[in-house]
């Protein structure tokens, strides 16, 4: 086993990171092509309340996954948080895809 993948910590990271509600996240706000907000992400994978893909949002985006910017809601006055995935994010799903095609 690679060294890197005996740290707890590494395999804690590689657990949250590859959680399937969040990697459905990511591939959400990828097929979008666009940054979402919280709402409209937690509409499109059928999750019961924001708050909970709130919760996914914010560790995505403190490992850099994902990042945010406040912006006005189209069509409405009010602002929110948009979401975006980062590079890394992205280079992540690959990563993910190609294990998934070589299992």
């Given at each position: 086993m690679s060294t890197l993948l005996q740290s707890p910590?590494?395999?804690?990271?590689?657990?949250?990171?590859?959680?399937?509600?969040?990697?459905?996240?990511?591939?959400e706000?990828?097929?979008?092509g666009r940054a979402m907000y919280i709402a409209e992400i937690a509409k499109a994978?059928?999750?019961?309340?924001p708050r909970?893909?709130?919760?996914?949002?914010?560790?995505l985006s403190k490992l850099g996954i994902v990042e945010s910017k406040l912006?006005?809601?189209?069509?409405?006055?009010?602002?929110?948080k948009f979401y975006n995935i980062t590079e890394k994010g992205k280079e992540l799903l690959k990563n993910i895809g190609e294990i998934q095609i070589n299992i």
């Open positions: 910590e590494m395999l804690k990271r590689i657990s949250f990171v590859t959680h399937p509600k969040r990697i459905q996240i990511l591939k706000i990828e097929n979008a994978i059928n999750e019961e309340t909970n893909t709130s919760f996914h949002l914010i560790g912006q006005e809601i189209p069509n409405t006055e009010r602002a929110a």
